[in-house]
């Protein structure tokens, strides 16, 4: 009996030379296994960054459009305004209905509409049709008849973004003539 527990040579719950023998590599492919579980994730967070950065250029975009397409619909509220500070004016005095037009935030008159892009003035922080950083942004302003004493103004602002999808921002606004 004696030779029979030295041959085993084993303490209870230690394991055999042949359960050690079986288990060379295990370490190996579990670190292997934790390695790209770790770099899977890391690849998904990364996916994830690109997207938001994306995707915060198109918010960014469509903010700025919104507020060209409303700044359109202002500068045509300012002539109005204007015509009814000068009594004998006809309110609709240099809104042509019926067709499309460009304006600056400046304007006082609308110009026919010539497709043009609209450029950045970092310094200003402005948009206008002269020299600055040019943009995508295209805004058209189209006025249309509702009645004698009511028209619809559209301002539409299109844009092309970095990857070529196109974008379109479109308002609308009613002006009365409150003085008749």
């Known amino acids: 009996m004696e030779n029979n527990n ?4 084993n303490e209870v719950g230690a394991p ?3 359960m050690i023998k079986n288990n060379k590599g295990q370490l190996l492919i579990e670190s292997l296994i934790g390695i790209s579980l770790i770099v899977v994730g890391l690849l998904g967070v990364f996916s994830l960054l690109s997207q938001s ?3 915060r250029r198109v918010v960014s975009e469509r903010y700025v459009a919104t507020y060209l397409a409303a700044e359109g619909i202002e500068v045509v509220k300012n002539i109005i305004d204007t015509n009814y500070l000068n009594i ?3 309110w ?5 209905i019926g067709g499309d037009y460009e304006a600056e935030y400046n304007s006082v008159s609308l110009q026919s509409f010539q497709n043009r892009t609209l450029y950045y003035h970092p310094e200003s922080g402005l948009y206008d ?3 600055g950083n040019a943009t995508t942004f295209k805004r058209k302003i189209s006025i249309a008849s509702i009645s004698d004493e009511e028209i619809k ?3 539409k602002v299109d844009w092309i973004t970095r990857g070529g999808g196109e974008f379109s921002i479109d308002l609308e606004d009613r002006f009365l003539n409150w003085r008749f």
Do not use: A
């Open 6 to 9: 030295n041959s085993k040579n």
């Open 16 to 18: 055999s030379n042949e």
């Open 53 to 55: 950065l994306g995707l």
């Open 88 to 90: 004998g004016t006809p």
């Open 92 to 96: 609709n005095q240099g809104i042509n």
């Open 129 to 131: 049709y002269n020299v």
């Open 153 to 155: 103004v559209n301002s």
